[in-house]
């Protein structure tokens, strides 16, 4: 297959590539920039483990081709922590025991932070929307759901 240009933005960092036609988002972020965070569960969009954002929406990567995010600013779980500081999701998610095996964990997060991010007050009913299309075998989504209420709920006290 004939690749094509892909201009597109990861963590802040900037790439001009070569990619072909078929070749998923979450591939070219796994195979071709080691960037092994987001994860393939199901490989068919159903167990969110492949969430990242795209401009600040969760996406997810396993069926969004890599030319279809061309111009558009990615997140991964890996550029949530800033200067060596862990984002206040995951700090949260550590806080509440909300990660066990890790599976799930940067999607979970990742579906959390563009909650946070396009709706900084949402509740409860919001918080287990966001979630609600990712697969989490171990925890019983109550320790994942307090930590983001946690990270809400203190953004309500810096008003």
């Known amino acids: 297959m004939n690749k094509q240009p892909l201009e597109i933005s990861i963590n802040g960092d900037c790439y001009s590539l070569a990619v072909e036609?078929?070749?998923?988002?979450?591939?070219?972020?796994?195979e071709d920039l080691d960037l092994t965070g987001?994860?393939?569960g199901c490989g068919e969009g159903v167990c969110g483990g492949c969430t990242v954002l795209m401009d600040g929406k969760p996406v997810r990567s396993c069926?969004?081709?890599?030319?279809?995010?061309?111009?558009?600013?990615?997140?991964?779980?890996?550029?949530?922590?800033?200067?060596?500081?862990?984002d206040p999701l995951q700090q949260s998610f550590i806080e509440h025991g909300a990660v066990q095996c890790g599976f799930c964990t940067s999607g979970m997060l990742m579906a959390a932070k563009g909650l946070a991010l396009n709706n900084p007050h949402a509740g409860n009913k919001e918080i287990r929307?966001?979630?609600?299309?990712?697969?989490?075998?171990?925890?019983?989504?109550?320790?994942?759901?307090?930590?983001?209420?946690?990270?809400v709920d203190r953004s309500l006290e810096k008003r």
């Open 21 to 30: 036609p078929n070749r998923t988002l979450l591939e070219l972020l796994r």
């Open 63 to 86: 069926l969004t081709l890599a030319l279809e995010a061309s111009g558009t600013h990615i997140t991964t779980v890996e550029g949530l922590a800033q200067k060596g500081e862990l």
């Open 129 to 151: 929307n966001a979630i609600s299309g990712h697969i989490c075998r171990c925890t019983g989504y109550t320790k994942i759901i307090e930590a983001v209420e946690a990270v």
């Open 38 to 40: 987001a994860k393939e």
